[in-house]
């Protein structure tokens, strides 16, 4: 559409259309024009017109309107000649005039649209196309209008900017560190996008990704495809990609595991053990000091009562003890990694419900793991136990032991490991 731009204040020959029986006539033509995209057809209307708007129109359509009329109606067509009849602009002109050039809303939604579609096409383009959650995702983004929103604020590249930042968490070929180890955020940030602060907690990036990464969680199985409100489960989704927020707050909690070597933290580990005190380690001890855990057996619990239970009954007698407290943290990772390789055998356990399998399946996978009292029959003496709470998310398999899961799913109840307490104090004396 062209119109003639000019300042705030109209020039004094649209002095009258400023007025009281003007106004909202000529925001109405505004608005129809604006979004049909300059079309003089059609008409306008006013509805509960004043006395001035009466008179207003009956001197542009030259028909008379009675002063009980409740609502005026006025072709654009008119309202054009009018204008070019008294001032030499027709009605676009005018209104650029009064008001700057009018919006074409109709070309703005079809530049909107084709930006969302260029955007769409590339990220598909991705090596990650063929993973279910990531065109889940797409889809998830595109459909909610989280990609419109961010293409309406000048934000459209934040998507690719996401794709490269999952490529890179799912691609360790992409990386440069050629995949080895957890990814501190602002490394991965600047790999990715150039700043070091572009995934900034509650950023428009970091929000773009999490929500890949709770997609890629329900996908495999997790029971819900939002992101965590609290800093703890974020860092923990972060940790499920092998980023990590902060590697002092990604630790983990060990008893009796032992290092060899001669760093300070494995002074302190071995001085733990002698103790059989319960010892904390943080990613960036074990990242920093190459920590290879001394113990050739180990086991490992979810619930950090276990652990102190053991502590508590068998002291330096207990045999090495990880406790993941929940879902394993980058730390806990790192740590059972580094003892797996050193020939280590890892004796795994969790809850009895779906979080517990899902947990307890993939430390099977990702370590090499043996299931360590996590069988139906273990489950239906817990069970007979009391003190069960009903099961609540998605279902999960044991491939270790099938008829597990079948047996959650008959009961219908979650079992915490504590109920197994003196079994598991057995095993570990």
Request: aromatic share 4%; charged share 25%; with cysteine.
């Amino acid at each position: 559409m062209s119109a003639e731009p000019s300042g705030a204040t109209p020039s004094p020959p649209y002095a009258e259309l400023t007025g009281e029986g003007w106004r909202r006539l000529i925001a109405a033509a505004r608005r129809r024009l604006e979004r049909t995209g300059g079309a003089l057809d059609g008409d306008i209307g006013l509805t509960a017109p004043t006395e001035a708007e009466r008179r207003t129109v009956i001197g542009v359509t030259g028909r008379y309107r009675s002063e009980t009329v409740r609502r005026l109606t006025v072709p654009l067509a008119d309202l054009d000649a009018y204008l070019y009849d008294r001032y030499g602009t027709g009605l676009l002109q005018t209104l650029g005039a009064l008001h700057g050039p009018l919006r074409d809303r109709p070309a703005e939604r079809a530049d909107e649209a084709a930006a969302r579609a260029r955007a769409l096409e590339a990220a598909h383009a991705s090596p990650l196309a063929g993973r279910g959650w990531y065109p889940a995702w797409l889809e998830r983004v595109s459909a909610d209008g989280t990609l419109t929103r961010l293409l309406r604020r000048g934000d459209g590249a934040l998507l690719a900017a996401a794709v490269r930042v999952l490529e890179a968490l799912e691609l360790p070929r992409t990386r440069g560190d050629g995949g080895r180890g957890p990814l501190p955020l602002p490394v991965l940030a600047e790999w990715t996008t150039g700043d070091t602060k572009a995934l900034v907690p509650g950023g428009p990036l970091e929000q773009l990704v999490l929500r890949a990464l709770a997609q890629r969680a329900a996908v495999d199985g997790g029971p819900s495809v939002r992101v965590p409100h609290d800093r703890a489960g974020r860092r923990a989704l972060w940790e499920s990609a092998g980023a990590v927020a902060d590697d002092l707050a990604s630790q983990v909690l060990v008893l009796n595991v032992g290092a060899s070597g001669d760093d300070v933290v494995c002074d302190w580990l071995r001085d733990a053990t002698g103790f059989g005190i319960p010892f904390r380690l943080t990613l960036h001890q074990l990242t920093s000091a190459d920590i290879v855990p001394a113990a050739r057996e180990i086991h490992i619990c979810e619930n950090p009562a276990v652990l102190r239970a053991a502590a508590a009954e068998l002291a330096d007698r207990a045999a090495a003890l990880v406790c993941t407290e929940g879902v394993p943290s980058a730390a806990c990772h790192r740590l059972l990694a580094a003892a797996a390789r050193a020939g280590a055998r890892l004796h795994w356990r969790a809850d009895f419900d779906w979080t517990g399998l899902r947990i307890t399946a993939a430390a099977l996978e990702r370590h090499g793991a043996r299931p360590w009292r996590m069988t139906a029959a273990d489950y239906r003496n817990a069970l007979e136990r009391g003190e069960s709470t009903e099961l609540a998310g998605s279902p999960a398999a044991s491939p270790w032991d099938p008829s597990l899961a079948s047996a959650l799913s008959e009961s219908g109840q979650a079992v915490m490991e504590e109920r197994l307490l003196p079994e598991l104090l057995f095993d570990l004396g």
